[in-house]
């Protein structure tokens, strides 16, 4: 099975920069996807990290640690439409490779 | 063409009815899912399909029946349902099993 921890709310300033963490546990890590939801909406796919490392894309960087099990989500230069609620999701390399969600952060960013 | 359509975006029923919520995608993907999703919470998948054949099934109860009847189209047949299945119904789309899964809108689904 797989556990999955992301803080539930955060709060940040327009223009800033926020750092969104995500921890897990798995028998088999495959991989691991970072998705944006605003209210109401479907996710939307945001990045996917399988090697250590940092992978960028203007203004959203992923970063990925597998040994410690962690990754954390980039976001620079926040813009209002930022808020929104971003999902960690791991896939997991045992039985059928399900992807499994984690809760989510609220993001709320203020002007 | 890179995105997921739904329909109906919105759908209230009575516990005795029978109703479909429809998928579609022309992305050439070949892995279909169904995700249930209640306010606040991650979407729980339901159902996955590869190569228009049903993959996997997380025992989800007899009244949500999938169907897969080619490969850009993903129908969840609903019968009988209860007031908890009320939720936002997901369905999404990868080129590959369990690659990167693009999501649709999504169906709001209010059973009374």
């Known amino acids: 099975g797989q556990n999955i921890d992301q803080p539930t709310e955060m709060t940040a300033t327009e223009g800033a920069i926020v750092q969104i963490n995500c921890t897990y546990q798995?028998?088999?890590?495959?991989?691991l996807f970072w998705y944006q939801q605003h209210a109401g909406e479907a996710p939307t796919f945001l990045s996917y990290?399988?090697?250590?490392g940092l992978e960028e894309k203007g203004r959203f960087s992923s970063f990925l640690s597998r040994s410690k099990g962690y990754s954390y989500l980039l976001l620079k230069e926040l813009q209002m439409k930022d808020s929104a609620s971003y999902l960690c999701?791991?896939?997991?390399?045992?039985?059928?490779?399900?992807?499994?969600f984690g809760t989510g952060t609220k993001l709320q960013v203020i002007p | 063409d890179t995105e997921v359509t739904q329909t109906p975006k919105h759908l209230v029923m009575g516990m005795t009815n029978k109703k479909s919520l429809k998928c579609e995608q022309h992305?050439?993907?070949?892995?279909m899912y169904w995700y249930k999703q209640k306010a606040k919470k991650p979407p729980e998948l339901m159902f996955v399909?590869?190569?228009?054949?049903?993959?996997i099934n997380e025992s989800v109860p007899s009244r949500f029946s999938p169907e897969c009847p080619n490969s850009s189209l993903l129908n969840l047949h609903l019968h009988a349902l209860q007031p908890e299945d009320s939720a936002l119904y997901l369905c999404?789309?990868?080129?590959?099993?369990?690659?990167?899964?693009?999501f649709g809108p999504g169906t709001r689904l209010l059973v009374l």
């Open positions: 999404a789309s990868s080129r590959q099993y369990q690659e990167t899964q693009y």
């Open positions: 798995t028998s088999g890590f495959n991989g």
């Open positions: 990290n399988v090697l250590d």
């Open positions: 999701a791991v896939r997991d390399f045992g039985g059928y490779q399900k992807v499994t």
């Open positions: 992305m050439g993907h070949r892995a």
């Open positions: 399909y590869s190569y228009e054949k049903l993959s």
